[in-house]
């Protein structure tokens, strides 16, 4: 167990609807990132916040949006939801940026 | 950006044997980390290395940053081992993980 939860671990949509997953990070990390992963792009980095401030950003699509709170959560909100956004979501934290990411188990969204 | 290389792409292993996995990225990097990706899908932190050489039981890893290249060591290897390594490297010029694309191994009884 790495310290780090997501919520959901299944979510099954429809194409077009709304989602959000949300992330807690370990315990004394402030820096909270989202990573995609499917079966043709493989692991892809979306976003970076760290402390309330987003930090980095990577492939991440403009129907797509994320928060991290002052609690540090993270939640990450996807839209106009399409058969490709179907992969694995993770979540990781880190204390600082560029430390060691932890991961959580992930969130499978099924879009149908 | 940076170009992350993993070789080989597929390993199939007797239980037992030992085995070499290379990660090759094209930027200078500030860290490095190896994960192990179970068949269940969770990603497992094996090492955070940036240089050097750290061992954890069977599996042992180096890295070389000035040479851009990581090694990932598996020893007397077990059907647990199974599933895919990446190596992730977090460079000096940006300030993103790339994921490289992963070894798949499979380790058989």
């Known amino acids: 167990d790495s310290g780090v939860t997501q919520t959901p671990k299944h979510l099954i949509t429809a194409t077009g609807q709304r989602v959000t997953l949300r992330c807690s990070p370990r315990?004394?990390?402030?820096?909270v990132y989202w990573y995609q992963q499917s079966l043709d792009q493989g692991l892809q980095f979306l976003i970076q916040?760290?402390?309330?401030?987003?930090?980095a950003k990577g492939n991440i699509l403009e129907r797509f949006s994320a928060q991290q709170f002052p609690d540090l959560h993270s939640e990450l909100n996807l839209s106009s939801l399409e058969l490709g956004d179907s992969a694995l979501y993770f979540c990781?934290?880190?204390?600082?940026?560029?430390?060691?990411?932890?991961f959580g188990p992930g969130t499978r969204l099924t879009v149908l | 950006g940076i170009q992350v290389e993993q070789s080989p792409p597929d390993l199939i292993l007797q239980e037992g044997a030992n085995s070499t996995l290379r990660c090759n990225f094209s930027?200078?990097?500030?860290?490095l980390q190896w994960f192990h990706q179970n068949p269940w899908g969770q990603l497992i932190n094996l090492f955070y290395?940036?240089?050097g050489t750290k061992q954890n039981g069977r599996l042992s890893a180096t890295t070389v940053a000035t040479e851009r290249y990581s090694l990932l060591y598996i020893s007397s290897s077990q059907t647990t081992d199974s599933g895919v390594y990446f190596c992730?490297?977090?460079?000096?010029?940006?300030?993103?993980?790339?994921f490289g694309p992963g070894t798949s191994l499979s380790v058989i009884p």
């Open positions: 916040y760290y402390n309330g401030e987003e930090r």
């Open positions: 290395i940036p240089s």
């Open positions: 930027d200078s990097v500030n860290n």
């Open positions: 990781a934290s880190s204390v600082l940026t560029s430390a060691e990411q932890f």
């Open positions: 315990s004394g990390d402030l820096s």
């Open positions: 992730a490297p977090f460079g000096a010029s940006y300030d993103k993980v790339i």
